[in-house]
């Protein structure tokens, strides 16, 4: 693990999107940053698991949430309110995740996204009083300065997430090589051998959809951080698609796949909105056109040109994608 | 048709080869059955016999190789079509409509030919005509054998591929199956994948022995089918 | 509460009842036979519902607007089957279900860029009420439960007394057997596919007039669609239709008590429900 070899790919990577800031707005890269550590978590679901979850808004605004309320109304300090938020997220996607995980996946997907619908009619009617309904909670001059990096300044934010991200990173990366990533994939093609094998499906499904979420909840809270604000808007139903079209569009199963796709979403989202202006068309075209080709997303893409550029391995090919065809 | 040109044969494989994802199951298989004749496929679990009527019925897709059915070629068809030109496949699980009614399930049967003359399939079999209104759902093992074998002979297929159909029958469903398939060759060339090795003997004008993926034997000889050397082969 | 407020209630449950069945036994026979989820359904309710309303504004008859809606569904579901369903019928379930979300979004972008993102009135094609045990209840709403009514009886004996019916059942269980009798799967597919377009476009025109029309409705009426397949179980007709009833009733008499019962209440039943049967009351084994 401490291998330049196995960090070699995080690196380059990070390293890209840390010289990618100096050409590009940081708003942009700071979007790019929070944005793929939302998608990860849906990525390591389908790709590895085999869930697809169309309800991880419902996680993103637990997470937001959580961290907004202690900002406004406990404290300001906002490392203090990012801790906050993840623990709500992992509590909540544990005793969310009791009951989905023993689901059959089509109906998990269904259960998650009405999780999401629920989650926002939540946050915007039922607790309106404390969440202030659709107009949002403001806290930007809540957070306060805070030492070594103040995260209300946007460069300084940037630097926090890229730290944040090299670590989320190098844990999946991790994980993937442990028994337990092995156990997750395999969960996926063939449980029963797994059963005979002594270990439970259930439990290992129930702490890969708890880290799962538990990090797109933490991109929550630094959504609410970045933009010292939160509104139910973040989990409507429009917005269940983002981290799947990102994952498909990245790759499914690729550790670095989410960062592609971002890029590639955002940039084209925000290119495209000057044309089309309509993005749900934009969003349903490029879903039903990247799955109809099927090349394993713009990873796989890329990946097989730098293969043939470097030759060898540049990643580790991810198993069979979700999207493969039966056998 | 010409002087010395050849029949061609109701089924003929050449150089068949299929493989199940990343691994070969057949292996450059060479078979052909006649008008009127039965032919049976022995082999042990695992052998390929199952996925060989599957390739030919077109419920799976070959990697290489020919079928052939009177001169039509059979690769690529989807397996609907196969069973329209004439060669119906009837699957080793059991499985009728369980929902639907024995007549019903007949109905299914005559619809692609449009042929609803079900004599021949109720003279093999008169006990469906009993079973006509029950839901298939509760026969019984050889009942449900039965009812498989007669829908699939509506509609005179010049071929039928049948995949064990004793198994796990009582001896006198077995040797009632033994005069059908004996007066099916009558209309229709029928092959068989038996494990049952006595049965096989009895009434086989062929036999093929398939061992790992591949056609170890072509026994053409009455005198050669005896079941232990059918065993020996495998 | 009053017997009256409750006796509507009622009626408003029903008829809710009546437009999610008739979008889930689409998406209910859809996955019972082609193994997909078949998310674009909601695409045709949407369209439905839109060219009711432009058909109707139009020539000034609802009943015009209607036909029109179903029309279109018919032949858009037929598209989209032809185009994309068929190549990705042999796909895993999740498969289908990503790319018909991808439909449906990108459905939903066509409708805004074409109708814009203002809701639509639709009027109602007749004001009448009719005095029940007491209440006043809208005419149209009664209309709109007997519809569906209707097509279940519809449906019922188109699966039990025609041929293609019947196919269609026995292909429910087992689509190779159905194959290997030389039935053509394709055919059975499209006409399954587009049965449940016409039907969800059908539910998008009834359910307009009693609703404003707006590009996301689709996606409004989309969660309880889930809760009622789930509940009723993917793959059973009689299902779809108990869970149909009990769902709307839920919604209806529920947001007379407290409004966000509404959607807490059959989410919380959905749970319930998926905790002792997780596949729902009737839902279908996945075994192939």
């Not at chain 1, 971002?262 to 909105?273: E, H, K, N, P």
């Not at chain 2, 390929?48 to 897709?61: C, D, N, R, Y």
Request: net charge positive.
């Amino acid at each position: 693990m401490a291998s330049w070899r196995w960090w070699r790919g995080i690196l380059i990577t990070f390293g890209l999107l840390v010289a990618m800031r100096f050409f590009l707005p940081l708003p942009f890269m700071n979007e790019v940053l929070v944005f793929s550590i939302y998608t990860i978590g849906c990525n390591f679901l389908l790709g590895r698991v085999g869930f697809i979850s169309f309800g991880q808004p419902a996680y993103l605004a637990i997470g937001a949430y959580g961290t907004a309320f202690y900002l406004f109304y406990f404290g300001t300090n906002p490392y203090l309110g990012i801790l906050v938020g993840l623990a709500c997220g992992v509590v909540f996607s544990f005793i969310v995740g009791l009951l989905f995980v023993r689901l059959r996946s089509d109906y998990f997907a269904l259960v998650n996204l009405a999780l999401a619908v629920i989650v926002f009619y939540m946050f915007q009617k039922v607790l309106a009083e404390i969440t202030k309904g659709d107009n949002g909670l403001w806290f930007l001059t809540n957070i306060a300065s805070t030492p070594i990096l103040n995260l209300s300044r946007p460069s300084e934010f940037f630097m926090f997430v890229m730290i944040l991200g090299v670590l989320i990173w190098a844990m999946y990366k991790y994980l993937d090589d442990t028994v337990f990533g092995a156990c997750c994939l395999a969960t996926k093609l063939n449980e029963t051998k797994l059963e005979f094998l002594g270990y439970s499906n259930f439990k290992i499904r129930l702490t890969a959809f708890v880290i799962a979420n538990s990090t797109t909840a933490l991109a929550g809270c630094l959504y609410a951080i970045y933009l010292g604000f939160v509104s139910p808007e973040m989990t409507s139903p429009a917005r269940t698609a983002d981290p799947v079209v990102v994952t498909i569009l990245g790759g499914v199963g690729s550790l670095l796949g989410p960062i592609v796709g971002t890029i590639a979403y955002t940039g084209l989202r925000d290119v495209a909105s000057k044309f089309i202006g309509n993005w749900e068309l934009f969003v349903g075209i490029i879903l039903v056109f990247i799955m109809m080709s099927n090349s394993g997303g713009l990873y796989g893409s890329l990946e097989k040109l730098l293969q043939r550029l470097f030759g060898g391995s540049h990643e580790p090919s991810p198993g069979k994608s979700a999207t493969a065809v039966k056998q | 048709m010409p002087e010395g040109s050849p029949t061609p044969r109701r089924l003929s494989v050449e150089g068949l080869n299929v493989s199940r994802g990343e691994a070969r199951v057949l292996f450059d298989i060479h078979m052909h059955l006649g008008a009127n004749e039965i032919v049976c496929c022995v082999g042990r679990n695992g052998a390929g016999k199952s996925t060989l009527m599957k390739s030919i019925a077109g419920f799976l897709a070959a990697q290489s190789g020919r079928v052939q059915s009177d001169g039509v070629d059979l690769n690529g068809l989807p397996p609907y079509e196969v069973a329209r030109l004439g060669v119906k496949y009837v699957p080793q699980d059991k499985k009728v409509f369980s929902d639907l009614t024995v007549r019903e399930n007949l109905e299914l049967g005559s619809y692609a030919t449009q042929d609803y003359d079900w004599d021949p399939a109720l003279t093999f079999f008169p006990k469906l005509k009993i079973l006509m209104d029950r839901k298939a759902g509760f026969l019984s093992g050889g009942e449900r054998q039965m009812l498989m074998i007669g829908r699939a002979i509506l509609g005179s297929p010049k071929v039928l591929l049948i995949d064990e159909p004793t198994e796990g029958l009582a001896p006198s469903i077995v040797s009632h199956l033994k005069q059908v398939f004996t007066e099916l060759s009558k209309r229709s060339a029928v092959l068989i994948v038996e494990q049952n090795l006595p049965l096989v003997c009895a009434i086989s004008d062929r036999v093929y022995a398939l061992k790992e993926g591949r056609l170890v034997a072509e026994l053409t000889q009455r005198d050669q089918m005896k079941p232990k050397v059918c065993e020996d082969l495998l | 509460m009053s017997v009256q407020l409750l006796i509507s209630g009622v009626i408003f449950g029903l008829s809710l009842a009546s437009i999610y069945f008739l979008i889930s036994v689409g998406l209910s026979l859809c996955f019972g036979l082609m193994r997909i989820i078949s998310l674009d359904q909601l695409l045709y309710y949407s369209f439905g519902a839109f060219l009711t309303y432009s058909v109707s504004t139009l020539t000034g008859s609802f009943w015009l607007g209607l036909l029109a809606g179903v029309s279109v569904g018919v032949v858009l579901a037929l598209a989209v089957e032809r185009l994309i369903f068929r190549r990705i019928y042999e796909r895993e379930l999740t498969f289908s279900m990503i790319t018909s979300f991808g439909i449906l979004l990108g459905g939903i972008g066509a409708i805004k860029g074409f109708w814009g993102v203002v809701p639509k009135p639709v009027p109602v094609p007749f004001d009448n009420q009719v005095s029940l045990l007491g209440t006043d209840i809208p005419l149209y709403r009664l209309l709109v439960v007997v519809l569906a009514a209707l097509v279940y009886g519809g449906i019922w004996l188109f699966l039990n007394r025609t041929i293609i019916g019947k196919a269609i059942r026995a292909g429910i269980e087992d689509m190779e057997h159905v194959e290997g009798l030389g039935i053509n799967a394709a055919r059975l597919f499209t006409i399954t596919f587009v049965l449940a377009g016409s039907l969800s476009a059908l539910a998008g025109g009834l359910y307009a007039p009693l609703i404003m029309v707006d590009p996301h409705m689709g996606l409004e009426v989309l969660a309880f669609v889930f809760m009622v397949v789930i509940i009723g179980g993917l793959g059973s007709i009689k299902g779809t239709l108990y869970s149909s009833l009990l769902v709307g009733q839920v919604v209806s008499i529920g947001s007379l008590v407290y409004a966000p019962l509404a959607i807490m209440a059959p989410f919380a039943m959905m749970l319930l429900i998926l905790l002792v049967r997780p596949t729902g009351l009737f839902g279908a084994a996945l075994a192939k």
